[in-house]
């Protein structure tokens, strides 16, 4: 082999290897143990042994079918892990569900059957127009629902909206996952032979920045959605959410709490008569707001009023009516909310006289 293909492959076997090892990592050693976690690290030993199988066949035509077959079967695994590990990321599903016990031991019973059945060693004309189509047609289905799981995400995206960490981290890895795919399908097609290097090249790059993170990035627990879960684990459902905020909303409007200065969550849970820590989750999951921002956003509409009725009041006055603390909390907060300052707001309401 030349220079330039031996630091090829030592890149792309070093990246399998690696894979490996940190797919065991979160499978076995890692201090969180969600769910997601196993799945993440199941996905990266099920890519890891398909990438090895990739790198020995690009340099060495003549390797035994049985190893080919080891690495075909594989992808398998590949699109089920990573649906269920992004599923299970954006619900923050703790418990492995029925359903996707049943698919995973299906897979296992098709391979199985398939391998001491039709073993591509003696059937390679049956795997090679029907069994490996079959395979990225399965990869592409786990795939295409995956996509579906994060379309919230893309909608993000477009509206300008900031993502978290994790939900970067899941685009990263379903971005990787969708090139290393596309680049075995390009390369199954025959189109180019240079492509079917390609998926060992993305996976290492992803392995390289999965151990990057965990090496030398001073916080990585955010990069999981379990780490905003400080309260409990069961999950308020929709309907209950829903019942609470609508007790919520009335609470501050019949009895305008909000103009408290010193109104603290807790004070706000006791009215409605639920944990402080359960309220908080409402208001992060159902409204995308935390508590001060919620407050504030009642405080403002109620100075809004006051301004646009020409009140003999002052703006600090304003602002000190509706429950803010300081001239500076209240036109940060206005500013904010409303995209612009009192005094802006005050010339664009009151109407030319």
């Known amino acids: 082999m030349t220079s330039g293909n031996n630091l090829l492959f030592f890149f792309s076997a070093l990246g399998a290897f690696n894979g490996l090892i940190v797919g065991t990592y979160f499978l076995c050693f890692t201090a969180k143990k969600n769910l997601s976690n196993y799945f993440l690290g199941a996905l990266l030993i099920a890519l890891s042994i398909r990438i090895g199988k990739s790198v020995a066949y690009f340099f060495d035509y003549n390797l035994p079918r049985t190893i080919l077959q080891l690495g075909l079967t594989a992808c398998l695994f590949i699109g089920p892990f990573l649906y269920f590990f992004v599923k299970t990321e954006m619900k923050q599903i703790r418990k492995l569900p029925v359903s996707w016990s049943i698919q995973l031991l299906a897979w296992s019973a098709v391979i199985l059957i398939t391998d001491l059945v039709f073993p591509y060693e003696h059937f390679p ?80 790059l992803i392995t390289y920045l999965i151990i ?82 919620f407050v504030n956003e009642y405080r403002i509409n109620a100075a809004c009023k006051m301004l646009s009725y ?14 803010f603390n300081s001239k500076s909390t209240f036109f940060a907060a206005f500013k904010k909310i409303k995209g612009l300052t009192p005094n802006t707001y005050i010339r664009k309401t009151t109407p030319d006289l």
């Not at 994060?150 to 509206?159: A, W």
């Not at 020409?310 to 429950?323: H, R, S, Y």
Request: contains cysteine.
């Open 125 to 204: 004309h049956l795997w090679t127009n029907y069994i490996i189509p079959a395979i990225y047609l399965q990869w592409s289905i786990y795939i295409g629902l995956t996509i579906a799981s994060v379309k919230s995400l893309f909608k993000k995206i477009r509206s300008g909206e900031k993502l978290k960490p994790f939900e970067k981290w899941i685009l990263t890895i379903c971005t990787t996952i969708f090139l290393i795919f596309v680049a075995y399908v390009w390369a199954f097609t025959g189109i180019t032979k240079g492509s079917y290097i390609s998926g060992p090249l993305y996976f290492s």
């Open 212 to 293: 990057f993170i965990l090496l030398y990035r001073k916080k990585a627990n955010d990069l999981s959605s379990f780490a905003t879960l400080k309260y409990g684990d069961k999950k308020v459902n929709e309907d209950e959410a829903k019942t609470i905020v609508a007790k919520l909303q009335k609470v501050m409007n019949e009895k305008e709490l909000f103009r408290n200065p010193n109104l603290k969550l807790g004070d706000l849970a006791r009215e409605i008569n639920v944990p402080s820590h359960q309220l908080s989750r409402i208001l992060n999951d159902s409204l995308q707001k935390n508590f001060t921002l």
């Open 310 to 323: 020409q009140t003999n009041f002052t703006i600090e006055a304003v602002g000190d009516e509706v429950g």
